[in-house]
């Protein structure tokens, strides 16, 4: 049972425009949403997180956006780099319980 | 701060064997987690352990087991691998005592079951 879902598997972008990479969820009762990036032979590393008392948490050029009523959130990226290539993975949380993850977005910042 | 170690970073077994995989968290971190990843499955949790104790586990079968070491290190292991055992198997820490924080991740352990 895939509680969060990534169903673009890629993405394609040119550099220096915006990179909008989305989730959905099923359960309500998620209050922790976390974005992660993956390199190859790496392990995914940490981006920008967002509760879910909150609908917008920026950090630099990743901001993330989360709509509770449609169970969606989403991450920007701008402007795009090619060092942003990597898999993106969001995950989400209910405290106390496991972290459940999507299948990853393999997003291309073209130069 | 040193990261998440995981050691061995590449394994190949042959079916039927076992296999022990090791992961030494961040300084300070009593949380462990582990997730299997194979390509377009994401990443799929197998088990949270929290000083010492198993606290959340995943849908995967026996044939796989953990356990954590009073100085939060942790080890996994797969009893009579199967060829679908193949993964990149992730070990990730946290400070989370109750609150919201991030997972860290080490950069895995490839292991091939021929």
């Not at chain 2, 990730?92 to 080490?106: D, K, V």
């Amino acid at each position: 049972d895939q509680q969060v879902k990534q169903n673009s598997p890629s993405l394609s972008v040119q550099e220096g425009r915006i990179s909008i990479l989305n989730c959905d969820y099923t359960n309500s009762m998620f209050d922790y949403f976390l974005w992660y990036k993956k390199y190859p032979a790496e392990g995914p590393t940490f981006l920008i997180s967002i509760s879910s008392i909150k609908d917008k948490n920026e950090d630099g050029r990743f901001t993330v956006f989360l709509n509770k009523s449609a169970k969606h959130l989403s991450l920007h990226i701008v402007p795009s780099q090619p060092g942003d290539s990597a898999v993106y993975f969001c995950a989400a949380l209910i405290t106390g319980n496991q972290f459940y993850f999507g299948t990853g977005t393999s997003l291309t910042v073209i130069p | 701060k040193a990261g998440v170690t995981q050691t061995p970073r590449y394994l190949i077994k042959t079916r039927g064997q076992q296999v022990t995989l090791s992961c030494s968290p961040i300084s300070g971190h009593r949380s462990v987690s582990w997730y299997q990843q194979t390509p377009g499955q994401g990443l799929q949790f197998l088990f949270e352990y929290f000083s010492e104790t198993q606290r959340n586990k995943g849908n995967f079968p026996g044939r796989f087991s953990g356990r954590q070491f009073s100085n939060s290190r942790s080890e996994m292991n797969v009893s009579t691998l199967e060829l679908g055992d193949s993964a990149l198997y992730l070990c990730a820490s946290s400070g989370r005592t109750g609150g919201y924080s991030p997972l860290h991740f080490g950069n895995g352990t490839r292991l091939t079951v021929t």
